[in-house]
Structure formats: C-alpha cells, structure tokens
C-alpha cells in the first residue's frame, strides 16, 4: 500500500491547503494513507478526522522542531511541544504511542538534524522527500539509512495539493495505523517517487502570496 506521511495543510503557516481537498486528492492519486504533519500544531490531525475519508487511512501526525532540526512524529496521542533537544523530542514521541522519522535530515537549509542523526533513537528517516533544490540530500540520506540500517521514508512534505504523492512509502497492506507504525518499525518500507516540479512550488508561493494579502471582507 502506498503512504503519504508527511503533508501539509491550512494549519501551517506556511500552507493554506483545506483538509478537505488533501483528502479528495490523495484518495484520486490512489494513496492509502496520509498523514496531517503540520508545524507544531496538531489541531489539523484532529480535525481531518471529522471529515469523510472512506479508503484512506488517516494517521496522527506533527513535524516537530526540536532544538537541532525537524522531526515527524506519527501515531502520537497528544502534542508533541516544540524546542526540545532531539532527544528529549523523541522520547515524548515514544511517551506518546508514536514514531519518530527524522525530516528531510542532510537538507540543511530546511532544518534537517545533519549527521547527529545517526546517534539519535529514531525510527526510521526520509531517504526521499519530494521538496528539495539539490539531490545530494536524498542522496546523504539514503547512504546513512543503509549504513545504520534505519527504515527509509519516502513522503511529499506536500505544502499545496499537486505536491502530495509525489514521494510516498511503500508498506505491506494495512488496516489500521497501529499496523503501519508496526511495518515502518521494522523496516518493511521503501521509499519512492520523484521531486515535486520548481515550477509548481514557485506558483504556489505566489498564490500563498496574494491569498495573505488580499483585503478581508465582512
């Protein structure tokens, strides 16, 4: 089956995408699951819970800053709070019923956690991640996930509808989330798919643009 976990919606600063079309586009591509990943908020995850989702998995998620660089916690139970050190992030994680994955890690300018990756507690890491400029990141990524034998990720850290799917995780069928968790754990994931278009995010950041500055009417 096929993942997204990692998406964006209108509960990040930086995205103005309704859940509402995150699910009717991820259940067109084929996706089996996705998960809301906003920006330390958590209130999207809760929310898209509310809506029709019929075939899509729906896991709980945030990307979380820790004080050295993002992490994606999937499964939690509760908020996850912001600017901890790595460590301490990923054992309120764990606290909390959930995983760890280490976001887009050798993707310096996007805040990923660099080589300190390596002595952290993680479950698994993005090895493709479809928002990058350059493909050393992937490439870096990928090389250390091999070389500690951390299960590899593949997500769309989508900020706008046309980027999800874009990358996405490959898992053996699933019927709930606790079952997914289970399958990333132990390395039964592959990573796959290709960079979101330039040209797509250049357009959306204009959008995002002339959506926050448009005049508000009563």
Known sequence: MKID???????????ITPLEDIIKYSQKIGLNAIAITDHDEIEGTWAVRKLEHEGLLLIPGEEVSST???IVALGITDYIKPLQTPA???DQIHDNAGI???AHPYCYYRSGLGDIVQSLDIDAMETKNSRFIFGVSNYLSKKVS?????????????HFIKGIGRCY????????VDTILKYI????STAHGERTPMNL???EVIRKKGHRTKPKTE
């Open 5 to 15: 976990t990692h998406i964006h919606s209108k509960y990040s600063k930086d995205s």
């Open 68 to 70: 050295k660089g993002h």
């Open 88 to 90: 301490e992030t990923i």
């Open 100 to 102: 760890a994955i280490a």
């Open 146 to 158: 091999e070389k500690n034998n951390v299960p590899p990720i593949g997500a769309s850290d989508a």
């Open 169 to 176: 995780t490959e898992i053996p069928e699933a019927d709930d």
């Open 185 to 188: 754990k132990k390395g039964k």
């Open 201 to 203: 995010i250049i357009k």
